[in-house]
């Protein structure tokens, strides 16, 4: 139960700077996620928060208190690894009660608090097992306990749910979620995989080589990413990215086989917004969903001047939808579409590109524009 | 192919009797009473068995100036069990400081550590026989006890940096967070996951310890504080040479190691490979 806030917070290995310069103010209760590639710093950011590696500079707070040089197990935080880190000599009771005994509480808290949070994780069966007699799922459950029964002020994880099989990360992703929300702890989560940021963060910190992109919650990081780096990262098929040509007069863009007209109630908006792009190169970004198949919409919706044709490359059935691969010259888009789709494999099929939803980019800067 | 299996066991059985005649002579001659020991008859199996020879090793006669080994034998024990154990446990803790506390020059000690493997004995007798005199140690077996702890350092340091190399440094991160320190994560954590590798270290030095001979030939000049080993050589008298109690002294001098092969042998392989297959 504590806001965590950093300050500058610098990590170099040698020469190679692996955070640079991180601000965050993470409140109280807040679920945060940290996310981006691997080699992004994200991992090493919140070793620095344990204590486990040291900063280069910059502060670091938990519940006001500065703790750049308190060790790990004097910040009261609790740490859930990628790879549980059971002990593998204790039961899964010696295990949660480790952190307890090593603290001196008295037997009968510890016992209290070990059977309660292992009620609250289904495990109470498993108590006198060894970690090697589990399964991941259970070894995952485990390691959530010991993390509980401290009672910590903040719960560090470290992309906990990616050793474990598909169907079992997506059941587990939902019941982290309930918990942490149950227990009230303020949780900073790592992980590489952005639908596990998109569910479950309140916030969202994208990170790339060290530098914070965005910190937003989950939506806005979707519906108004900073920068191009960001709107690739998040959202599943990636954003489509194109090279075009704003016209001067804000009406067109020309993507270099074929031309999308920007509908007239947007031109005002554009014009104003990207007023030092008119005439200039800019990257237009639109995500899968944004592309219609112009065959399966009503036609009141439909906007004529935003209507290409490109061959289909490949088709993805995904059950609900499909996943049509489109190109046409040098423009190639993905466009998800419903499954009642008539594209065929190598035909062509005219698609409407919804630009009232779309996003510019700066080529150079590749900072959002719109 | 049934073939070459055949001839496979075939060579493999030839190269075993080959290599276990030696022992046979051992053993026979042995049980052999003396005036039944002679070159000529010396592939042949006893005419009696008769375990003079063994009893006559194990006490001595004093009639003949003949020392028995039994006092040798307890001294290699009084020898053995501490600088094995305690070789063992400064490996160990070498171990963990190099693999889980690393710090600036870890990487330097430990090759001049390990260099310390390829030093040949024969070169440091001397300077080693001085400090054992200044300290005090010289001709005990504390002394040649501190000797072997000394030499064994190299072999249980690599032998332990290896196996807690494949330990995750995650579980060591983990008990720093739940609150341990340095000697409790040793005690608490390291130690306890560590019984492979002390399997492999104490029967390593158990058996190199036991058949050492020039550090218990140098270090020990009085008899009475020898171990097995440089007594065996002085049960042979000047002139001539009682084979059979030579014999039955070396069976008794090598039966330790050999107990410690056959029944702790598993645990020496599998302690070998549990580094490079399980990790924990």
Partial sequence: MAEVKLENVTKKFGDVIAVNNVSLDIKDKEFIVLVGPSGCGKTTTLRMIAG?????????????????????????????????????????????AFGLKLRKYPKSEIDRRVKAAAEMLGIENLLKRKPKELSGGQRQRVAL????????????????????????????????????????????????????????????????????????DPLTVYEKPNNVFVAGFIGSPPMNFIDATLSEDAKILDLGSFKLGIPSDMQSFVAEHAKNYLGKKVILGVRPEHIYEVALMKTEDLIPEAVADLKVEVLEPMGTEVYLYLINGPVSVVARVSAETRARMGENVKVMFDLRKMHLFDPVTQMAII | MKIGRLL??????????????????????????FVEVDLKTMWRLPKTISIESFIQAWKGDPKRGLRGLSQNFMNSVYLVIPATILSAFLGSMNGYVLTKWRFKGADIIFPMLLFGMFIPYQSILIPLVQVLQKIKLYSTIPGLIFVHIVYGIPITTLIFRNYYSTIPSELIEAAKIDGADFVG???????????????????WQFTSIWNDFLFGLVVAPNPSVQPITVALNNLAGSYFVQWNIQMAGALITALP?????????????RGLLSGSLSGV
């Fill in chain 1, 52 to 96: 486990l590696e040291e900063i280069t500079s910059g502060n670091i707070y938990i519940d006001g208190r500065i703790v750049n040089d308190v060790p790990p197990k004097d910040r009261d935080i609790a740490m859930v690894f990628q790879n549980y880190a059971l002990y593998p000599h204790m039961t899964v009771y010696d295990n949660m």
């Fill in chain 2, 185 to 203: 994560i040793y005690r608490r954590i390291v130690l306890p996951v560590s019984m492979p590798a002390f399997a492999v270290v104490m029967i």
């Fill in chain 1, 145 to 216: 306990g010991r993390a509980i029964v401290r009672e910590p002020k903040v719960f560090l994880m470290d992309e906990p749910l990616s050793n474990l099989d598909a169907k079992l990360r997506v059941q587990m992703r939902a019941e982290l979620k309930k918990l942490q929300r149950t227990l009230g702890v303020t949780t900073i989560y790592v992980t590489h995989d952005q639908t596990e940021a998109m569910t479950m963060g309140d916030r969202i910190v994208v990170m790339k080589d060290g530098v914070v992109q965005q910190v937003d």
């Fill in chain 2, 257 to 269: 190691p050999l107990i410690v092969y056959i029944f702790l042998g598993r645990y020496f392989m």
């Fill in chain 2, 8 to 33: 496979i066991y075939f060579f493999l059985i030839l190269f075993a009797i080959f290599y276990l005649t030696p022992i046979y002579v051992l053993l026979v001659t042995s049980l052999k009473s």
